[in-house]
T-cell receptor, first 115, second 111 residues
């Protein structure tokens, strides 16, 4: 079964530091996403990425956030200057490009703790 | 907002009983998907139902979709302790591939 892998599984960082969360989507998928889930709350959309550019982003995805697909396999989320409220589980997802009625595959998530 | 809203927020049942949870959404969709999340873990895809489908089965799972009421239900039959998890519905709109999640239903199955 194909899977999306995320690293690290857990990251602790000091407030104000930059973090990079990494994801390897399923090969041959074309659409990539980052979501986040603050503990005990709903899963929130951050950004979608297609054809090497952002296709949509939410209000949460401000100038502190950026995404990149640097080498055709990795998909990264960078938070430039972390805040306490960035503490959450971050999920990467990928979606195949054949039709629209396909499931999204999610990674196991990276738990980010900002102290 | 496009997001689905699940009901109830929490559900506690005995092993062997059925668990039913509902999801409502606000705008037209292409499909609706249900995901399971064990505590602190990732999202596991359970089932996808297209907007032109009314019912779908997968093992002990049964999903219905009523587009006129903009609602869906997930039924887990003969529940097991391993079904203890949070269940989320997520809708996918016709004009993009983004999934919008509801707040989830936390299901506890007591042995």
């Amino acid at each position: 079964e194909p899977e999306v892998t995320q690293t690290p599984s857990h990251q602790v960082t000091q407030m104000g530091q930059e973090v990079i969360l990494r994801c390897v989507p399923i090969s041959n998928h074309l659409y990539f996403y980052w979501y986040r889930q603050i503990l005990g709350q709903k899963v929130e959309f951050l950004v979608s990425f297609y054809n090497n550019e952002i296709s949509e982003k939410s209000e949460i995805f401000d100038d502190q956030f950026s995404v990149e697909r640097p080498d055709g396999s990795n998909f990264t989320l960078k938070i430039r200057s972390t805040k306490l409220e960035d503490s959450a589980m971050y999920f990467c997802a990928s979606l195949g490009g054949v039709g629209v009625n396909t499931e999204a595959f999610f990674g196991q998530g990276t738990r980010l703790t900002v102290v | 907002s496009q997001q689905g809203e699940e009901d109830p927020q929490a559900l506690s049942i005995q092993e062997g009983e059925n668990a039913t949870m509902n999801c409502s959404y606000k705008t037209s969709i292409n499909n609706l998907q249900w995901y399971r999340q064990n505590s602190g873990r990732g999202l596991v895809h359970l089932i996808l139902i297209r907007s032109n489908e009314r019912e779908k089965h997968s093992g002990r799972l049964r999903v219905t979709l009523d587009t006129s009421k903009k609602s869906s239900s997930l039924l887990i039959t003969a529940s097991r302790a391993a079904d203890t998890a949070s269940y989320f519905c997520a809708t996918q709109r016709s004009n993009d591939y983004k999934l919008s999640f509801g707040a989830g239903t936390t299901v506890t199955v007591r042995a």
